[in-house]
Each structure stands twice: as C-alpha cells, then as structure tokens.
C-alpha cells in the first residue's frame, strides 16, 4: 500500500466522527441500517430493471421500467455511498487495506461503467426493442453482468464484517 494511501486511513480513523463512530451505543448500527436500506433499494431497482432486460416481463416497457427505477437507483445510491463511508471511518485502519474492500469498490465502479456504458450506448436504441420483444445481445449482457456484479458486491460487503 501507498504510504500516502495508509496515512489518510490513519488520519481518517482519528478523526471525531470516527471516534463517535467507535463509542457510540447507536450510531454504528443506525448507520449499518440506512447503508443496507440504500443499498436495498440501489441493487433491488438495478435487479428489477436487469431482469426485465433479460426477458422478465416483457410486456412492461423497458422505458417505463427505466424511469421509475432509475430515481429509485440513485436515491439508494446517495443513501449507501455516504453511510458507507461512515463505516470505513469506524476501522479505516484495518477496512482500508483489506483486499476484500478494495474489491467491493472496483466492483462498484465496474457496476457504474456498466451502466454507464449501458446508457450511452446500447440504451441509446430503446425504443426498437422497447416492449414485447427481446432486448439485443448487448442489453442482455449488461444486464447479466450487472446481476453478477452486483451480487459479488453484495457478499464481498458481508465478508469485511468477518475478514477483515
């Protein structure tokens, strides 16, 4: 590791929320809450809309489908990044450097430039594939890559709590 990278979780882990994080009866669980709520909503909006781009309810526009769980998506994610961050605060020292950590956040950036790329390219074509028929090739496999980034996110998660 960086030594620039280790003296930032030093100072992290010493700062006062950090240190209310440690002490306090509630706030540590509290925050544990609403990150798992914001991540609830996050990944259940993307799972619902990728299953959807695999063939799940085709009659539902994907459009439609986009448009109420994208807002959902985003209210999720400004929910859990922020409660997240909380959390690392708690042992910056030990969470900071655990491999399983540095996986959840590339796969949490390989989930967002998926998206990304999803939006910008191949959802570009929405509208010749909206309802009742099949999404393209393209669209499937974003979909499927996203289920499958998602969930390793979602257990790498429960492993810091154990391994680290």
């Known amino acids: 590791m960086?030594?620039?990278?280790l003296n930032w979780l030093e100072w992290l882990h010493a700062t006062p929320v950090a240190l209310a994080m440690r002490q306090s009866e509630w706030?540590?669980?509290?925050?544990?809450?609403?990150?798992?709520?914001?991540?609830?909503?996050?990944?259940?909006?993307?799972?619902?809309f990728d299953l959807r781009l695999l063939g799940l309810s085709r009659q539902?526009?994907?459009?439609q489908m986009a448009a109420h769980l994208l807002p959902v998506a985003?209210?999720?994610f400004a929910v859990a990044a922020p409660s997240g961050f909380l959390l690392l605060l708690a042992d910056a020292r030990s969470i900071g450097v655990?491999?399983?950590?540095?996986?959840?956040?590339?796969?949490?950036?390989?989930?967002?430039?998926?998206?990304?790329?999803?939006?910008?390219?191949?959802?570009?074509?929405?509208?010749?594939?909206?309802?009742g028929?099949?999404?393209?090739?393209?669209?499937?496999?974003?979909?499927?890559?996203?289920?499958?980034?998602?969930v390793a996110v979602i257990v790498?998660?429960?492993?810091?709590?154990?391994?680290?």
Not at 156 to 164: H, N, S
């Open 27 to 48: 706030l540590y669980p509290t925050v544990e809450i609403l990150h798992i709520l914001g991540f609830c909503a996050l990944v259940g909006a993307a799972g619902l």
């Open 156 to 164: 790498l998660g429960r492993l810091i709590a154990y391994l680290t």
């Open 2 to 5: 960086p030594a620039a990278w």
């Open 74 to 76: 985003w209210v999720g």
């Open 133 to 150: 028929v099949d999404a393209p090739f393209a669209a499937k496999l974003a979909a499927l890559l996203s289920l499958l980034v998602w």
């Open 98 to 131: 655990s491999p399983i950590f540095m996986g959840k956040m590339a796969l949490i950036g390989l989930a967002g430039l998926n998206a990304w790329v999803f939006h910008a390219r191949v959802g570009r074509n929405v509208q010749e594939w909206n309802q």
């Open 60 to 63: 539902i526009p994907v459009r």
